[in-house]
T-cell receptor, first 105, second 113 residues
Framework: QKEVEQDPGPLSVPEGAIVSLNCTYS??????FMWYRQYSRKGPELLMY????GNKEDGRFTAQVDKSSKYISLFIRDSQPSDSATYLC?????FGTGTSLTVIP | DGGITQSPKYLFRKEGQNVTLSCEQN?????MYWYRQDPGQGLRLIYY???????QKGDIAEGYSVSREKKESFPLTVTSAQKNPTAFYLC????????????FGQGTRLTVV
């Protein structure tokens, strides 16, 4: 069983929608939680980096960590077509499979 | 510009041949990594190196080899022993460990023909 589980989608939403992306994990030792965005045929780029439980906001993006439930989320507000990409969660070097998101104009 | 460069972007290999993928970084990072990405499987760690002249196997090291003779360079050789080498290969680097931000290259798409 993988230590990091992520629904691969695909997820398709209209422009302006709020998007929720989620991951669960099994290793309670994980302390660092990251979200990467990967456009097609490109390398991933770091989007959000959090340590410990709670919320972290950066523009339209909010990362949420719930250590008690071993659950992390990434919320995208006012989604744009340029947000169309694959989003990967990562914890201490272990990556989820990625969720493919398409934002329809 | 600082960054991490992979080359070539596309690579074709005949069965039975070894090929080497290049990865160079000018970020002064100690740690470097190689991942393989297949559809529906996310990123799987092949090898990583936390310091020059030292490297460790990841989850799927069989059929691959690496070297770390210079801090800036971490080439990956895909040997003929790798049974299913067609994939997208990503190199990454970070300041110390994967608990810090990782910077990825743009990837090499390897196809066995």
């Amino acid at each position: 069983q993988k230590e990091v589980e992520q629904d691969p989608g695909p997820l398709s939403v209209p422009e302006g929608a709020i998007v929720s992306l989620n991951c669960t994990y099994s290793n309670s030792a994980f302390q660092y939680f990251m979200w990467y965005r990967q456009y097609s045929r490109k390398g991933p780029e770091l989007l959000m980096y959090t340590y410990s439980s709670g919320n972290k906001e950066d523009g339209r993006f909010t990362a949420q960590v719930d250590k008690s439930s071993k659950y992390i989320s990434l919320f995208i507000r006012d989604s744009q077509p340029s947000d169309s990409a694959t989003y990967l969660c990562a914890m201490s070097g272990d990556f989820g499979t990625g969720t493919s998101l398409t934002v329809i104009p | 510009d600082g960054g991490i460069t992979q080359s070539p972007k596309y690579l074709f290999r005949k069965e039975g041949q070894n090929v080497t993928l290049s990865c160079e970084q000018n970020l002064n990072h100690d740690a470097m990594y190689w991942y393989r990405q297949d559809p529906g499987q996310g990123l799987r760690l092949i090898y990583y190196s936390q310091i020059v002249n030292d490297f460790q196997k990841g989850d799927i090291a069989e059929g691959y080899s690496v070297s770390r003779e210079k801090k800036e360079s971490f080439p990956l050789t895909v040997t003929s022993a790798q049974k299913n080498p067609t994939a997208f290969y990503l190199c990454a680097s970070s300041y110390s460990s994967m608990n810090t931000e990782a910077f990825f290259g743009q990837g090499t798409r390897l196809t066995v023909v």
